[in-house]
Structures are given as structure tokens and as C-alpha cells.
């Protein structure tokens, strides 16, 4: 069933603090457990951003749609055209983004978005996205967002893991991953940019991860022989996570940032057993209400 309109127009109650999901395919299965318990707990944060898979985080979070937040990384894994090696060979990619993100969410589909409630919603959005034609990377905003197909279509863009999704086309360009950017995948620039200088960054790697430079073989050479910015960014991308993690853990070290790291059982990108899924959305769950009293502290709410 279709989600309803609201009533009313939605407010905010965080105004002083960015929220910022990180990426990492099926790992978000973890901290989509924290978009739950954000919205369960009536955290309303006024500003929010997510890149790659934390683009989809973000979008159900501007919903306040709890069950699609944990649909969309468990049950939705076992949907039988969510992607195989055969989407693979067809050219749709590993992961059938085309269906994922353009085909489930309309209505009736198998993973309906409320877009009333995200228009609703008057938070601000950010989605950090590569255009794989130029090299320039940059964040949809709701300014580029004017229908759910348009909103679905960036959340894709974003969301779109080089060699194991196909690029997507939106207007003159190509788009690929957000983590290709400059930013390594975590929204922290986009924020400052917007004036912020205090942070909730939900992460899906441990503390102590340390991201290894990509090695770049012949085949990827190949694969991308249209688009060598890409190639040219998985070269950059550890350089440039690693750096984007060092400054939150700085602020983290000043106060002024709040930094959820999983602690609990996490699974792989590709992970698509729904049981093991479902096993760290629940560790996420579990570690969320241990954190949350300490961040409403921090939030003054």
C-alpha cells in the first residue's frame, strides 16, 4: 500500500549538527539500524547527508520510514531480481541497481518510498555523487530532486559501485559511486561546506579500519577504457577515505564530533544471506540504544 500524505508539514528539532551516512553496500545493513533508532527516539536533524549506499539511508531517513530502512539492507536481499551473476552477464550489473532503486520504490513495487513524507520533510539533503564523463564530483541536492523518480534515480547515481553496477545515465552525464570523490565516501567536506561544526557520522567500518590502496589490473583497465576519471579516483580513494576519517576522528578528539562505529557483527559489501543480515541489523540495534543517551546528551535534545 501506497504510504499516505501528511497532514501537516514536518519539522526539525536538530538545527546545529550534521548528520552524515557513510556507504559500503550490504554493511549498511548495520547502521541502518541507527536511521531506526534516530527516528524512534524523534531525532530530527535538519541537515543530512549519505554517499554510495548511505545515499539510501539518507533518503529513508528524510522519509521517517522505519521498516523500509530495514527492509531496503535485510529482507529486500532475497527479492529475486535484486541481482545475480546472470544481471551480471545481461549487463545490469551484480546488483540490478535499475530495479533496486528505479522499479522497487514506485508504488506498489517491493519497496515503496513515501515521497509525501519526504517532501514534507524540510531537511536539508546531500548525496555525494561522481560524474564518470568529467572527473567532477559534487552532491545532489532538493533542488535536483523534483519527483520520486528523480530522487531514486540520484540515490541509484550515488549508489552505483564501479564493474559490479552498470554507470547511470542522468541527463548529459555519467555518474558512478560518490566515494570516488574527493570526500573517500564520508560527507564530512559537504558539511563544512555548509557551515557545520559539529558532526554525527554513522560509519560502517570498525575504528581501527585503515582502507588499502586498490590495485588496478589489466581488466580494469579494460573495463573502464570510456571513463579513466574513474580509474584515475580508485587510485585517490584510499588516500582520500583515510584522510576523511583522520579529521572526524580529530574532531571526535574536540568535541565536536559523535562518531558510530560498529562494534558488533558486520557482514561483507556483497553479503546476501538474509539471516546474516538481519543478525547485524540487530547488532546495530543493540549498540544504537547503548550510544543514543550519550548523543542526546551531546544534542542538547
Known amino acids: 500500500m501506497t504510504p499516505k500524505a501528511p497532514t501537516r508539514r514536518l519539522t526539525s528539532n536538530i538545527h546545529h549538527t550534521a548528520l552524515i551516512f557513510e556507504g559500503g553496500g550490504m554493511r549498511v545493513s548495520y547502521t541502518a539500524a541507527v536511521v531506526v533508532a534516530l527516528l524512534e527516539a524523534g531525532l530530527h536533524f535538519d541537515w543530512v547527508a549519505g554517499i554510495s549506499a548511505g545515499s539510501s539511508n539518507t533518503a529513508n531517513y528524510l522519509s521517517r520510514d522505519r521498516a523500509r530502512a530495514r527492509r531496503s539492507f535485510v529482507e529486500f536481499a532475497a527479492d529475486p531480481q535484486f541481482g545475480d551473476l546472470r544481471t551480471l552477464i545481461r549487463g545490469k550489473g551484480l546488483f540490478n541497481s535499475e530495479y533496486i532503486y528505479r522499479v522497487s520504490g ?10 509525501d513524507t519526504f517532501q514534507a520533510n524540510p531537511a536539508r539533503m546531500r548525496l555525494g555523487v561522481f560524474e564518470a564523463d568529467t572527473g567532477r564530483a559534487f552532491y ?57 561544526t559539529r558532526f554525527l557520522a554513522v560509519l560502517t567500518r570498525p575504528r581501527d579500519y585503515v582502507k588499502a590502496p586498490v590495485r588496478i589490473s589489466r581488466p580494469m583497465r579494460q573495463y573502464f577504457r570510456k571513463y579513466p576519471a574513474i580509474l584515475d579516483a580508485l587510485q ?27 562494534e558488533g557483527f558486520t557482514v561483507s559489501q556483497g553479503e546476501r544471506n538474509t539471516a546474516r543480515l538481519a543478525r547485524s541489523f540487530a547488532d546495530g540495534a543493540a549498540q544504537a540504544a547503548r550510544q543514543l543517551p550519550a548523543w542526546r546528551e551531546w544534542l542538547g535534545v
Open 140 to 196: 545532489w541536492t532538493r533542488d535536483d530532486v523534483k519527483t520520486r523518480d528523480d530522487l531514486m534515480a540520484r540515490v541509484q547515481s550515488s549508489s552505483t559501485l564501479p564493474f559490479f553496477m552498470p554507470p547511470v545515465h542522468i541527463g548529459d552525464h555519467v555518474y558512478a559511486d560518490g566515494a570516488l570523490g574527493p570526500s573517500g565516501g564520508i560527507a564530512l567536506d559537504a558539511a563544512r561546506a555548509d557551515g557545520f
Open 106 to 115: 514506485q508504488p506498489g513495487q517491493a519497496l515503496p518510498y513515501d515521497f
Open 236 to 262: 585517490q580513494r584510499a588516500t582520500n577515505y583515510n584522510r576523511s576519517r583522520e579529521e572526524l576522528l580529530e574532531l571526535e578528539r574536540s568535541g565536536d564530533a559523535m562518531i558510530f562505529f560498529p
